[in-house]
């Protein structure tokens, strides 16, 4: 991020835009800008994995079906992801989330 941040501030050109590259850094901006889309042009026609965003521990209750998939922070290739097969489980991950002091999605 802070490489990205020097390109943008020396006006460094690049292929893709540096927003774009800057706005696809986390994970949960990227699925809220799809939720715009599937918002203009129908569930039907845009369908997506179910997914819920907790920016902290304190809100997180089980709102779906288990097993569900904790995915904490901004971590990549498989790093900070969890398959929780149940409520106790689910409990004690948001504990973890809790001193993580990062964001959570649940798939």
Not at 22 to 32: G, L, S
Not at 61 to 72: D, H, L, N, T
């Given at each position: ?31 809220a ?28 209750e ?5 097993p ?7 971590a ?14 689910y409990q004690?991950?948001?504990?973890v ?11």
């Amino acid at each position: 991020k802070n490489l990205l941040l020097g390109f943008q501030y020396g006006g460094l050109p690049s292929i893709n835009s540096l927003q774009s590259i800057y706005n696809f850094q986390d994970k949960p901006w990227v699925f809220a800008q799809l939720l715009d889309i599937q918002r203009k042009v129908g569930k039907e026609n845009f369908p997506l994995i179910e997914q819920n965003y907790y920016p902290d521990h304190r809100d997180m209750e089980p709102a779906g079906q288990f097993p569900c998939i904790f995915k904490v922070g901004h971590a990549h290739g498989g790093l900070g992801k969890v398959k929780v097969e149940n409520e106790t489980a689910y409990q004690d991950l948001a504990s973890v989330v809790a001193v993580s002091g990062h964001y959570v999605t649940v798939e």
